[in-house]
């Protein structure tokens, strides 16, 4: 089943606990804090619907058809069709909306694809894993997650003197009919869009934090579930012109606050297992098929960013001098390297598991490292070509609404190649990539989303083909050690 924006706008209503501060928001579709995202949520679904994007975005299995997230592939063509629909849904956000439908959708499909990893864990639990997958693709469910313990919080030793409960969200007791989880979680990014939450554990864990491996799914609107938001970018925008990307992509990031929240077994996957709490996404492709889909939208990120430091050049006149042209060069060679280390997954994807094909892992990690080393120093030069300009621009769009400022504002502040309206556009748009608290937040996201860099460069070092490597060494030193005989043969018998 598919379902529409407006089915989608009207699932967002169903009593969610929501916090700005100590404001209990009411209706998320209408709050000016999340009205933006959730109609950009909305138009994610309605895409669907386009003829031009059917075959994109959707996909046909035992006829129904199903968001193309929920796909299993089982050869490159699957892959690609993947591909192509990451790519449509994060071109509509820019790739400013990292959490969108087909981020989690894709890490529950790549569970989904080896299930005997779960079933081996915990008798069922494989079993409750395929009916939630069923579920949740046939009722077109919109997941996101939280799989980080609260950062500092992680000790259970108080201060002498103090008493600390301790913050990290775990199950607290088991019943017949399933376990109560309470505590906290990080960070529930889009769960004020979503209709339910993985709960599970992307970090290590050792053995003393059991009660902390949990793997469950649940509604978003369940007792004893709230979120607290941080603060929401969109709030105070009065007009879409002076945050554009703020005001439609903000995915309000939310700390998951579980009190005695029940979870029914049919929920769980995983239990009392630490080793295998982070495992279970390394042994399935699940953690590959979610982050190719983030290489697909850091893609999408890079157009907008080369496209609008070109047009700042434009605008500003010196498009034609060497010295910036050389760095329009090299940030149309970066948004290339993207693509192709997109491509290139999919070129040297992997028969992995059985019966299914999964994106080339090594080349994903690669990508993610890529991308963690260099999105700082891209903001930073688009900030560069575009100058001081953002900051000469007025504070608001409600200076055209005044016909004196109007008149001198027009006059004075376009150029011979834009005018002042568009101009503002233009330059409101590159503040809200660089200076904003928008433009703050993802300089963070993009550096911490997938993990510590840390974490991903461990995972591209146990992907690394260290034998075919160190077999190159050997085959350089033999090759050296073989030609060396022959000439000592050579100029003994010649002596």
């Known amino acids: 089943m598919l379902i529409s924006g407006k089915e989608k706008l009207r699932r967002m209503q169903d009593g969610r606990t929501v916090y700005i501060g100590s404001e209990r928001v009411g209706d998320v579709t209408i709050h ?45 063509d699957d892959l690609s069709r993947r591909t192509r629909g990451h790519k449509a849904l994060a071109d509509m956000s820019f790739g400013f909306f990292g959490r969108s439908p087909d981020h989690i959708g894709s890490l529950v499909t790549g569970l989904a694809m080896k299930p005997t990893v779960l079933e081996s864990l915990r008798e069922g639990c494989g079993d409750n894993l395929m009916r939630y997958y069923e579920r949740v693709r046939d009722e077109d469910i919109y997941l996101t997650y939280a799989v980080t313990p609260p950062s500092g ?8 003197g103090t008493r600390r409960d301790q913050p990290s969200l775990r199950v607290v007791r088991e019943e017949p009919d399933g376990v109560v989880i309470s505590g906290m979680k990080m960070l529930a990014t ?43 970018y969109a709030l105070h925008t009065r007009d879409p012109l002076d945050y554009p990307l703020s005001y439609r992509f903000d995915e309000t990031d939310c700390v998951l606050v579980c009190q005695e929240v029940k979870i029914p077994w049919q929920n769980i996957f995983l239990h009392d297992n630490a080793a295998k709490s982070r495992a279970i996404y390394l042994e399935t492709p699940a953690n590959c098929l979610s982050n190719h889909q983030s290489n697909c939208r850091f893609w999408a990120k890079m157009s907008l960013i080369v496209g609008l430091a070109s047009r700042a050049c434009i605008v500003n006149g010196v498009d034609k001098i060497p010295a910036v042209r050389e760095q329009l060069g090299r940030l149309a060679a970066l948004e290339a390297t993207i693509g192709a280390l997109v491509h290139g997954q999919l070129d040297a994807c992997e028969s992995w598991p059985d019966g299914y094909a999964s994106p080339n892992r090594r080349m994903m990690y690669a990508a993610l490292n890529w991308c963690q080393e260099h999105h700082t120093e891209i903001v930073d030069v688009l900030r560069t070509l575009m100058g001081g300009v953002p900051l000469q621009m007025p504070a608001d769009s409600t200076v055209l609404d005044d016909a004196g400022l109007r008149e001198v504002f027009e006059r004075w502040w376009g150029t011979a190649v834009i005018d002042a309206n568009d101009r503002m556009k233009l330059y409101k748009l590159g503040w809200d990539i660089t200076g904003s ?3 703050g937040r993802h300089q963070l996201y993009e550096k911490f989303y997938a993990g510590h860099s840390a974490l991903v460069r461990a995972s591209c070092d146990r992907e690394a083909p260290w034998d075919q490597f160190h077999a190159s060494v050997d085959r350089a030193v033999a090759a050296a050690s073989a030609d060396s005989a022959v000439l000592k043969r050579a100029a003994y018998r010649a002596g």
């Open 437 to 439: 608290e928008f433009a």
């Open 153 to 160: 919080l992680r000790s259970s030793e108080a201060t002498p």
């Open 190 to 232: 889009a769960a004020v869009y979503a209709d339910e939450m993985w709960i599970g554990n992307l970090q290590p864990l050792d053995e003393s934090r059991l009660a902390e491996s949990i793997t469950c799914a649940i509604p978003i609107a369940t007792p004893g579930l709230a979120l607290w938001a941080r603060q929401p």
């Open 32 to 76: 000016p804090a999340f009205a933006g995202g959730a109609k950009a949520v909305a138009e994610f679904y309605d895409l669907k619907a386009a003829p031009e994007y059917r075959d994109q975005l959707t996909y046909e299995e035992n006829g129904a058809r199903h968001s193309i997230w929920w796909l299993r592939p089982r050869s490159r």
